[in-house]
């Protein structure tokens, strides 16, 4: 019987709950602390991701490339907003190795997504908050909030998590299922979002959904708003905030709360430089995230490792 090349090789296809496997949250954290070093000494290639609209605008084709020393990670993902039958996010992340180009495996694109921006905002909890959450507050009830609220239960299981949500009943039933007991996980309250440490907005809107007054020792994380015309967060926090951002490239031509504030981006720093560098503890800290191929690629460096881990 002939022995196949690796190119020749069936290429493995990870399911949602496969690829959430092989990318567990702690471990994710650590490989995107590495990538965000990287990334920032150009040891990454990661142009601005492209974005296609249908030709009724109802559906957006989004791809995003990005190129390291040891693999190249391509995701390409449809989103429809619409859609009933199928899910409103599906996609692919596809792995290939920068040696030769053979193709590798392909991680669930969704779930890679969700995943690994929700361990970019522990990545800044970690670098920009420096003491475990207690009070957190989320505002939003899809899928980047249920990721989010995951991720906090595994790294901070003791934080006291409370939820937001334009329609009452779907924060209910948000937090009945991750928390039956409602020992942690609770619909938010009058003087939740006071007591808050770390308040972490995860919707696609279009319209303002949290304008509290800038807060000294509050940390709050925009998720949603990954577009110019999309805003979560009001400019008055947004000015009066030491503003850091998970990419420097596609912040200026997508973070829609930054945009539409009309900040000065000299004065917006990338998470990276946090490292070495810490906020200033007498203001305010506004992390924005808007996506990036290199953090897809952070996901697949991860799973090649812990799959070259289960072979050996």
Same mark, same amino acid.
């Given at each position: ?5 690796? #190119?020749?090789?069936? =290429?493995? &296809?990870? *399911? $949602?709950?496969?690829?959430? %496997? @092989? !990318?567990?949250? +702690? ?18 290639? #990661?142009?601005?991701? =492209?974005? &296609?609209? *249908? $030709?009724?605008?109802?559906? %957006? @084709? !989004?791809?995003? +490339? ?247």
């Amino acid at each position: 019987m002939p022995v196949l090349r690796r #190119s020749e090789a069936p =290429m493995q &296809i990870f *399911t $949602a709950g496969q690829t959430a %496997h @092989l !990318l567990p949250i +702690p471990e994710l954290v650590d490989t995107l602390r590495e990538v965000v070093q990287d990334y920032a000494a150009g040891g990454i290639l #990661s142009p601005e991701r =492209m974005v &296609i609209d *249908t $030709a009724d605008a109802g559906g %957006h @084709l !989004l791809c995003m +490339p990005s190129i390291a020393g040891d693999i190249m990670a391509t995701k390409l993902i449809t989103i429809f907003h619409g859609n009933q039958a199928l899910p409103v996010i599906q996609g692919q992340v596809t792995c290939c190795d920068a040696r030769d180009g053979a193709f590798l495996f392909t991680l669930d694109g969704p779930e890679t997504t969700g995943r690994r921006t929700a361990a970019m905002s522990m990545l800044a909890i970690r670098l920009l908050h420096r003491a475990p959450p207690r009070h957190v507050l989320i505002v939003g009830t899809g899928t980047q909030a249920r990721g989010h609220i995951d991720a906090l239960r595994t790294l901070y299981p003791e934080a006291a998590i409370r939820v937001r949500g334009r329609k009452s009943p779907a924060v209910a039933a948000l937090c009945a299922t991750l928390d039956p007991t409602g020992q942690h996980i609770r619909p938010e309250t009058p003087g939740d979002a006071e007591a808050a440490d770390i308040v972490i907005t995860t919707t696609s809107s279009h319209e303002i959904v949290y304008d509290a007054p800038p807060r000294t020792g509050r940390l709050v994380i925009g998720v949603g708003a990954y577009r110019p015309e999309m805003i979560e967060i009001g400019p008055n926090l947004v000015l009066n905030s030491q503003i850091f951002v998970d990419d420097p490239i596609g912040a200026p031509c997508e973070a829609g709360d930054l945009i539409q504030a009309g900040v000065d981006w000299r004065s917006v720093r990338p998470l990276a430089t946090a490292i070495d560098t810490p906020p200033s503890p007498d203001r305010p800290i506004l992390f924005k995230s808007v996506g990036c191929a290199a953090w897809d690629l952070a996901a697949c460096r991860l799973a090649r490792r812990r799959l070259t881990e289960s072979t050996e």
